[in-house]
């Protein structure tokens, strides 16, 4: 019985590429809060949280300055004297989480719709521990 040698190399230098390209998989990212945000990041901030949003968002001055986590409510109707036309909220808050990734870049994430938005390098962030 012949063996081929190009088949017999590729049987044992296969399985070790692929046990290496597992290796270089995609580093999860982590909780993190913004460092040093200057009016460009803030903005691009505010611009990332109405896309994953899908409405305009009103964010304070210091969004993610604490923490990772930031949670939107939705606005009540009010009437021309500013009172609530209902004392009723409904729905749940938007949770927006900032993460830095295994590169360094900052990343708004909306987790109940499976979506991400990087924001630009103007925007630098610090991991921060995660919540138990």
Known sequence: MSCCPA?????VVLPLLLAACQGLGAQPSQPARL????AACLRAVGEAASQLAGQPVH???RPFADGAVL???SGNARDGEGRPLDGRKTGRPLAL????????????H??????SLRLPASCSCEAVAARP
């Not at 088949?7 to 049987?11: K, L, S």
């Not at 989480?97 to 708004?108: I, K, N």
């Open 110 to 115: 909306h987790e109940a719709a499976g979506r």
């Open 71 to 73: 949670l939107l409510e």
């Open 7 to 11: 088949r017999a190399v590729a049987c």
């Open 35 to 38: 460092r040093n945000a200057d």
């Open 59 to 61: 964010l304070g001055s």
């Open 97 to 108: 989480t900032l993460q830095r990734t295994h590169s360094g870049a900052c990343e708004l």
